[in-house]
């Protein structure tokens, strides 16, 4: 069953940056024009994380840096009004990522993260309501930022507080190195590990990250069931929800962690979270693919 925590932030830790969305009409057509729609909007997995907790029903506090310029300002500005409590350090350069989604809705990301990875000199006050603490990988690896989350962990573990880890990207993952990553989460011994299907097969497949986290990993599969792997060894297939034509999943999985990790705060079982999750993904989706 789930822990029943009535009340309690939903703290995250990472990045909040510009996304500068590109949808292609085509193929590109290299050295000359391609025809695109461009938005601009807040982005960042871990403040997209506390918005989608919020859409769900639980308060969320957004730990990260941003830089001391008038993207940073807009983007706290805007962040405060999707009702997200910002504790935010100021300084260098905003980061900005630019987001490819292909006729099909599949996504390429170019990141240049600038301030987000320069988050120093934690401070346990950062985790004071907290009720689970949710650190997405790229939060872990360069600079900074990473031996900041890192501490946060270790002192929501010192709490009694969860922590949740999102595994974030396959790419990174390998950047860092496959042992390496096995190594640093095993050391921060999450309470939940999410991941998706190429994430989890990049670390050696669901049965080498059922035992990185202490209570559960889920393995989501896009339109396949998601994997429910519990610390007992019993697996559960939980399935996924049916979208109809081509969708931008950009930020689908930081709201299907917002909604499962909600539910299960607010006693549901496991498998009824990973459902939940569900819900919230495809709802993101949804907003995603209205604007």
């Not at 807040?42 to 029903?57: E, I, L, P």
């Not at 880890?165 to 999450?190: C, F, K, M, W």
Request: net charge negative; with cysteine; glycine share 12%.
């Amino acid at each position: 069953m789930g822990v029943s925590v009535t009340s309690g932030i939903i703290g995250t830790i990472g990045d909040l940056v510009e996304d500068i969305a590109v949808r292609l009409a085509g193929p590109v057509n290299i050295a000359s024009d391609t025809e695109a729609r461009i938005d601009r909007r807040r982005g960042g997995s871990a403040a997209n994380m506390a918005v989608a907790v919020v859409r769900a029903g639980r308060p969320a506090r957004f730990i990260g840096q941003v830089g001391d310029d008038a993207i940073g300002d807009a983007l706290v500005r805007i962040l405060e009004a999707d009702g997200v409590e910002a504790t935010v350090h100021r300084s260098g350069r905003t980061g900005t990522i630019v987001v490819l989604v292909d006729a099909a809705g599949e996504r390429t990301m170019l990141t240049d993260r600038a301030a987000c990875a320069d988050l120093a000199d934690p401070d346990p006050a950062w985790l004071d309501g907290v009720a689970l603490l949710h650190v997405p990988f790229y939060s872990l690896v360069g600079g900074a930022l990473a031996g900041t989350a890192a501490t946060l962990i270790g002192w929501a573990h010192d709490r009694g507080t969860p922590v949740s880890i999102d595994a974030s990207s396959a790419a990174v993952i390998e950047h860092h190195g496959v042992a390496a990553t096995r190594r640093l989460l095993a050391d921060l011994r999450p309470t939940v590990l999410l991941c998706n299907e190429l994430e989890a097969a990049t670390l050696g497949g669901a049965e080498a990250v059922r035992p990185l986290a202490t209570a559960a990993t889920v393995v989501k599969q896009g339109p396949d069931p998601a994997l429910l792997l519990l610390a007992d060894g019993s697996t559960i297939t939980v399935p996924a929800l049916a979208l109809e034509g081509l969708r931008d999943t950009t930020g689908a999985g930081d709201a299907f962690a917002a909604g499962l990790l909600v539910a299960h705060l607010d006693g549901a079982s496991w498998p009824d979270a990973v459902m939940a999750g569900h819900r919230s993904a495809r709802a993101a989706i949804g907003r995603v693919s209205a604007r």
